[in-house]
């Protein structure tokens, strides 16, 4: 959402993971400014033979992720180009530990944030951006997707979205005003209104991520659309939407085989709603809907974890201090195929 009614460089810093000591220990910790601690050997007084023996069991192995088997993919969106500081969302970025990031609503502020966390970026369109704690390889057609090298070798394909966020179905099903736009009653409005809105993003998308084809693949996004898997008849009988709505982003996104890492992880829509939309407001706030309208999705990878990056415990897994933006993120672990 653009408000909340109204308003690579590449990175050689890799994760750095401790080898065991053996005949190296001791090692003191060395802490380098915003990098993790890695180990440095203290080498103790010896004939030059076996010095030189040491350096070469023990030198310092290259930079490597915590785990070459996973990757953590974060969908951001950072409001209105980080409007409430770029050094906040830089932090939040920092704190989620997120190796690849789909940033929405970011413009002259991508290469900036780039530069704090020592990534790669890529503007993809005028909002929409993506930076890499990794090599950014060549870009689809449209730039709706790249292809990200990883320490390992391989090859992960990354899509972002940013789509159209008006009119906004929830708000005109629940007769709250935004834009100029007409309040409707049923799910085939909804879906209709939804399909006027967006389709026509959405299928371009969808084609133009056709290139990341047989590549392990993730695809962030706010869609400013809710998912078919939230607003089900359980969900509505529980007050937690007005209707069920099988809405046509995600279902589109489900038939073209991207699967929806919190659901997947979290089947219970009731019990685990997700909402990452919004902080800036309360839940029982009757000028608004609380849903989740943040994704990453994925083909081809497992996911082992999905985070909320929040402003409060309540919220979310991962709590940011002042937190700045109207949208949580969402982080997914992924574990890669060999």
Known sequence: MLSALTSLHQSLTWRQRARPLAACEPQETVQLSGQPAIGRPRWPTVALSLALALATACAPSPPALASQSTVKVLSLNVWHDSKEGVDQVAELIRTSGADIVGLQESSKNTPVLAEKLGFQSLQQGETTAILSRFPIEPTTPGKHGVVVKLPSGQRLGVGNLHLNHQPYQPYQLLKIPYGDHPFIETEAQAQEQAELARGHEVRQALQDLTELNGLPRVLTGDLNEPSHL?????????????????????????????????????????????????????????????????????????PVRVDIVAERAESGSIVVKPYPTDHRGVLTTFELGP
């Open 230 to 302: 939230d607003w089900t008849q359980n969900a509505s009988r529980a007050g937690l939407h007005p209707i069920k709505v099988e809405w046509p982003t995600s279902k589109a996104l489900e038939q073209a085989g991207w699967q929806d890492s919190y659901r997947v992880l979290n089947p219970d829509e009731v019990a685990r709603p997700g909402w990452t939309w919004t902080p800036t407001t309360r839940p029982d706030d009757p000028a608004d809907h609380h849903d989740r309208l943040d994704f990453v999705l994925y083909q081809g990878l497992k």
